[in-house]
């Protein structure tokens, strides 16, 4: 039997897969907790300027009191074969199985709120049951907390995501969901809080994996020069469509008839994605987005837009991709304090979409905050093509994200493609994506190739948990592109940070920056369990990847290897590695440069400890250079 060494050399370089629509499909390529990292004698950030800055405290499971049974992950954190733990917050969680069962910890902080992140049974058919779970505190019943397996249990043991089924069969994935509730009263820090299976609790098991608790602001108030959706005839709480009331609030400030759109508290029901009407008809879809809007909600717990309708049911939206949800903006357009819960259930294929909860091409002046999206198949996707109404065009510049909590999708969280440039994610929570959290791709359908290259966006203090599938950052080309202060954990499959140039992007030029961020339990095998990918892996598929720095990193607990440099078509020259801690590479090696692998890397105060397979490994037939820090060593032909 080959070693996993000489294994992995030989499946560096299989095939290249396509280009999706909507989500970029990773291709097939030739603390422990998630509290901020620790501090070290490097000069790296303080923990405490790691990650955003969110107004929740995250409690594991398995870190409290609890009876049942507690799930742990194997070794090589195997996916994809309905492995609870695998897809837990720390690779582990406790499963509830029993009448009486029960988790309990003491709280921190003052909560009027609470996230439960759980499973719960598929339907025998498919299509996901409800049920309850009783909460507790202080011992006194609190309430029942609703969950629902509806959005969670894809099925089948391909690695392509849109060839996943909602029909139950042996493997699944995507095994959790999230259930939240605002709570009657405010409960001080200190209180005892228990989650409980009860008699009346009547799924067949339950598990829990971490447990937000939140002190909700009040609902904001209307700001006098905003106009209310009740005004254009919306009812919140009714469970009618409110889609032509937002519409109609949307198009009269678009119109300068008012001064911006005003969502107060409440459930407001959108059936049909909120754009510009299409007059000319200029394609089989609508794909206009607003322009000079502001809307407004009372806060992303109080104002909450949702659907009841998976988008391929909708009818009469602008792009079965895009969905029936949420708003598609084309420049200058203002969001803030809001919720979208979306309805999607699986990726697509087989007829079926998840949608796009932001959307459009973005443009100049915009900016989101503090909006919190949820069970899309994508978060945000920001540009549209070229050819798509090429008199429109206008990527991306200056766009600012901030505060976004994006949750549980079928692809990405948020991506920035066709040209997008100076445009950041800052203070943003991304927990369970089915694609990259956060990527940039620099694609080519651009107006001007030469012109309209990603450059100078940022990732900046973003703390990203569990993607079930692909990288929490990821990089496509382009230039200036900075990661920085970012918390990554608990990759399932895929690399915590991944510079490559499959997805055909335009070259990587300039500097790209990866700095200050920690990785905890990252890296996965995948593409049927052959390919072992590294906390960050850098794979030239196609042409070079040049300019890379990465400085003040902690990279700790990875599945495999700490930093992995990849078979591929192309070169990476001269990366510089500074002041950067690797410790536990558990089935992998501390720094690794594959068979194929060509480039060159210098290492300065880089410190590697406990790595399973050697410090810094080059493999058999590659001719990559590793200079300075530890020992570096070649394994025999």
Known sequence: MKSKQLRRRLLGGVPLAGLLVVGLLPAPVAAADITRGTDSAFARPAAAERGATLPYVGYEAEAGQYE????????????????????????KSVRLNSTGEFVEFTSTNAANSIVVRNSIPDAPGGGG??????????????????????????????????????????????????????????????????????????????????????????????????TSITEYGAVPDDGQDDTKAIQDAVTADQNGDIECVWIGPG??????????????????????????????????????????????NAGGINHPHEGNFGFDIDKNTQISDIAIFGSGRIRGGGGAEGGVGLNGRFGEGTKISNVWIEHANVGVWVGRDYDNIQSLWGPADGLEFSGMRIRDTYADGINF??????????????????????????????????????????????????????????????YGNRVENNLIADTANYPGIMLATDHDPLPFSGETLLAGNALHRTGGAFWGEAQEFGAITIFPASRDITGVTIRDTEILDSTYDGIQFKNGGG?????????????????????????????SATLTDVTITNSAQGDVLIEPGSSFVITGGPGTKKVPE
């Not at 074969?81 to 690779?91: C, P, Q, V, W, Y």
């Not at 001269?574 to 480039?599: C, P, T, W, Y």
Request: glycine letters at 8%; hydrophobic letters at 30%.
């Open 417 to 478: 493609t066709n040209g997008t440039r100076n445009s950041s994610v800052t203070n943003s929570s991304f927990r369970t994506t089915g694609d990259d959290s956060l990527a940039i791709w620099a694609n080519r359908y651009v107006k001007d190739p030469a012109v309209d290259i990603a450059h100078d966006n940022s990732f900046t203090n973003n703390t990203i948990q569990l993607p079930w599938r692909a990288n929490g950052v990821a990089i496509y080309g382009g």
């Open 267 to 312: 459930q407001w029901r959108q059936e049909q994605k909120i754009l510009t009407d299409d007059p000319l008809n200029q394609g089989q879809y609508n794909q206009i987005g607003i322009s000079d809007v502001t809307v407004r909600g009372a806060g992303m717990w109080h104002s909450q837009l949702y659907t009841l309708t998976e988008p391929q």
């Open 68 to 91: 049942g049974t507690l799930l742990e992950a194997d070794p090589e954190r195997t996916f994809g074969h309905t492995n609870f733990a695998s897809e837990s917050s720390g690779r």
């Open 129 to 226: 049951i409800d049920a309850t779970v009783s909460l507790y505190a202080d011992g006194v019943f609190v309430q029942k907390l609703d969950l629902s397996s509806k959005h969670s249990w894809l099925y089948g043991n391909t690695d392509d995501p849109e060839s996943l089924t909602n029909t139950p069969q042996a493997d699944a994935r995507r095994l959790f969901d999230e259930s939240h509730a605002l709570l009657d009263k405010s409960y001080p820090a200190g209180t005892t809080f228990k989650v409980q299976r009860d008699a009346d609790d009547t799924a067949s098991f339950y598990i829990v994996d971490l447990i937000d608790l939140e002190q909700v602001a009040p609902p904001a108030s209307k700001p006098a020069e905003c």
């Open 571 to 599: 070169n990476v020259p001269d990366v510089k590695i500074s002041n950067v801690e690797i410790d536990k590479s558990n089935n992998g090696s501390g720094i690794l440069a594959m068979g194929g692998a060509r480039g």
